[in-house]
């Protein structure tokens, strides 16, 4: 597994195809291969770069907090180890914050922008996790931040969060290698303690006011059904970021990219293909 050796830690990736290079950013606890689905279709038209955040998967971590603004200088870092000066950016969830922060302060970096089932500054992101989770963890939860990891318990957390990703369908019809990839993540010693600096990095993550300095034509894709990120962040996002495009997906889950593979990889290679929005059709839901 080759190892990108940055100022700080080591980065785990892997590239693969030809083309223009596009980078995926994962989300909250995820590593890279919650990419799995689009390899196949964007190996086929760019040069992909898919990576572990750090701390995730194999992927160095480093002692004291995290902050989405250092995760942003780990993929401009990880892009320059890589020799590439330009890339299109997609990004999920915290990957999209992540994104944005790569945007603002390396504007050099970023051809096209897809930022995905994400928000440019926490709504009730504490309300609705300690909803989730009270009944699972002891009393703290409404201080989440303030949690030692080791008393969270979070196959039961893990459980509650994939009701907010996925469909209750979808996971009924995968539970098998859901389950398979939940024990791998929690086999890590390090992994309760990297999620908690990620999960409070996102909470302090806010990039409201700094929007407008997205120069990067930007895709902002949403999902109707997303229960963790409700669909009106993105407004929020395509109202601020100054040449942006918004696109709804009837019926979209959180996990949109992971659940319905075929239907996003259309929308993003048609959009970064393309000169202009007008000129790809999304495809029906």
């Not at 480093?62 to 330009?86: H, N, Q």
Request: aromatic content about 10%; glycine content about 6%.
């Amino acid at each position: 597994m080759p190892m990108a050796k940055l100022r700080k830690v080591k980065l785990s990736y892997d590239t693969t195809g030809n083309g223009f290079p596009i980078v995926f950013v994962s989300g909250l606890g995820v590593d890279k291969m919650c990419w799995i689905y689009q390899v196949p279709d964007f190996q086929q038209h760019f040069k992909m770069i898919v990576f572990d955040n750090r701390g995730i998967g194999k992927s160095q971590g480093s002692i004291g907090p995290y902050s989405i603004k250092m995760m942003a200088d780990d993929v401009a870092e990880l892009l320059t180890y890589l020799e590439i000066k330009k890339a299109h950016v997609v990004g999920t969830s915290m990957g999209g914050m992540i994104a944005q922060e790569l945007a603002i302060n390396y504007p050099e970096i970023v051809e096209k922008l897809v930022l995905c089932s994400t928000f440019a500054k926490p709504y009730n992101i504490i309300e609705l996790m300690t909803k989730g989770i009270r009944e699972f963890v002891n009393e703290e939860v409404k201080n989440i931040f303030n949690f030692n990891p080791k008393r969270i318990l979070f196959e039961e957390l893990f459980n509650y969060l994939l009701l907010q990703i996925f469909s209750e369908s979808y996971i009924k019809e995968n539970r098998p290698i859901i389950e398979k990839t939940l024990r791998e993540y929690l086999s890590n010693i390090t992994y309760a303690e990297t999620f908690i600096k990620q999960l409070t990095a996102i909470h302090k993550h806010n990039t409201l006011d700094r929007l407008n300095q997205i120069s990067a034509e930007t895709l902002v894709l949403t999902g109707t059904h997303d229960k963790l990120v409700p669909h009106e962040c993105s407004d929020t996002l395509a109202k601020r970021i100054p040449n942006s495009h918004l696109l709804k997906i009837d019926r979209g889950e959180h996990g949109m990219h992971f659940e319905n593979p075929e239907q996003f990889n259309k929308i993003v290679i048609d959009y970064l293909s393309s000169d202009k929005i007008e000129k790809y059709s999304p495809p029906v839901s």
